[in-house]
């Protein structure tokens, strides 16, 4: 019996559990993104095909999640903030998380080719084995750049939702893949300059752990100031309209004053690192509204209301 915690008496594991396993709480961003990358998209497909595409993308990520936690029960076991998921927790065995995670990643790539398209069932298969092995087993032990490739694995979700649609690669979803790949870095390291404690106890050579607290907080600043135009390049190549650009710059905009808050300063300084925690706040409220911004451009244009 191989578990995180050998001392530990594993339990029968119920649904909620198997529910833990897929990352729920990072996943629903992964799963609303790719949602607004279907509905932002020209194109119409059937609803029934629509609501599949989206559960083969939440299954598939949820089957990536469990397999990442699989991987690193090890590591989740001595981090306090990982310690209590099913597998370290001892509420499940580890090769029940393996089992799971490679029948729904089995699952929805063949659903996803069968009832949709083998494009976007591709594209899916590659997502699922960059986060499960390219990020979890093989950068995030090696290098500090660990989450600037591996954010890479959660670009992918609106771009797969778009080819749902429409068959076949644009700019546009290129482009929504690009923005979540600039936005990964500061999402992530605004959190890890508060949990680094955690990271370091676990071995893994995270940015401000490998490079230091000023370098994370001058790259925060790199990525936040270049995901700004990026995020209206969509707009400047007439992908959307004024609804999307605006709400770019100003959502933005106010990424990049958060960074800059952060990225400026040496260190906290006694106030329990507030703006490192805004910032990693305000990068999950970000995600969600710009994309919800772009959909509701196709929106407003598709129905008239602007040109
Ligand atoms: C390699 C890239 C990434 C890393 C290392 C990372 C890491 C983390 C970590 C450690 C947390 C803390 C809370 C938790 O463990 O649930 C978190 C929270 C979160 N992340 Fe990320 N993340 C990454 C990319 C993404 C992407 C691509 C998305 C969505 C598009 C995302 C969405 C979220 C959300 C929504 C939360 C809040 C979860 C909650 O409120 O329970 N993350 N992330
Ligand atoms: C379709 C598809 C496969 C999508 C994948 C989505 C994806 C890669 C999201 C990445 C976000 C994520 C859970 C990071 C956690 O990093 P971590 O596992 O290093 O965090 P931890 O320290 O909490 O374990």
């Known amino acids: 019996m191989s578990t995180a915690n050998p001392q530990a008496l594993i339990m029968p594991a119920d649904w909620r559990d198997f ?23 020209p194109g119409t497909i059937h609803p029934v095909l629509a609501f599949t595409a989206i559960l083969c993308i939440a299954v598939g990520a949820g089957g990536a999640a469990a397999l990442n936690q699989w991987w690193e029960a090890d590591l989740d076991a001595v ?22 995670g490679f029948a729904l990643s089995g699952l929805s790539v063949m659903t996803m080719g069968l009832a949709i398209s083998w494009l976007a069932a591709g594209i899916l298969a590659f997502s699922i084995f960059y986060y499960a092995y390219l990020y979890t087993v093989w ?6 750049q660990n989450i600037v490739i591996g954010g890479g694995a959660g670009a992918f979700p ?4 778009w080819i749902a649609v429409t068959g076949h690669i644009t700019w546009m979803p290129v482009l929504l893949f690009l923005i979540i790949f600039m936005w990964t870095p500061p999402h ?5 300059l508060f949990v680094q404690i955690d990271y370091s106890k676990a071995g893994i050579p995270m940015m401000p752990v490998v490079a230091g607290e000023r370098s994370t907080r001058r790259q ?6 270049v995901l700004l135009p990026l995020s209206m390049t969509p707009w400047f190549i007439g992908g959307t309209g004024m609804i999307y650009g605006l709400s770019a710059l100003l959502l933005s905009g106010l990424f990049l004053w958060l960074s800059i808050k ?17 910032l990693f706040a305000y990068s999950i409220f970000y995600l969600f509204i710009l994309f919800a911004m772009l959909v509701a451009d196709r929106f407003a244009t598709v129905y008239g209301i602007q040109a």
Do not use: Q
């Open 19 to 41: 529910f833990a396993l897929t990352k729920p709480g990072v996943m629903r961003l992964v799963i609303f993104t790719a949602v607004c990358g279907m509905l932002a998209a």
């Open 79 to 100: 981090m306090k903030r990982t310690a209590k998921r099913p597998i370290p927790d001892g509420r499940m065995e580890r090769s029940s998380a393996r089992d799971f």
């Open 139 to 144: 950068l995030k032990p090696r290098t500090p």
């Open 158 to 161: 609106p771009l797969i939702g």
């Open 188 to 192: 992530f390291w605004a959190l890890a």
């Open 220 to 225: 925060i600043l790199a990525y936040a100031a």
């Open 262 to 278: 952060v990225g400026l300063r040496t260190s906290a300084t006694g106030d329990g690192m507030k703006p490192e925690k805004r």
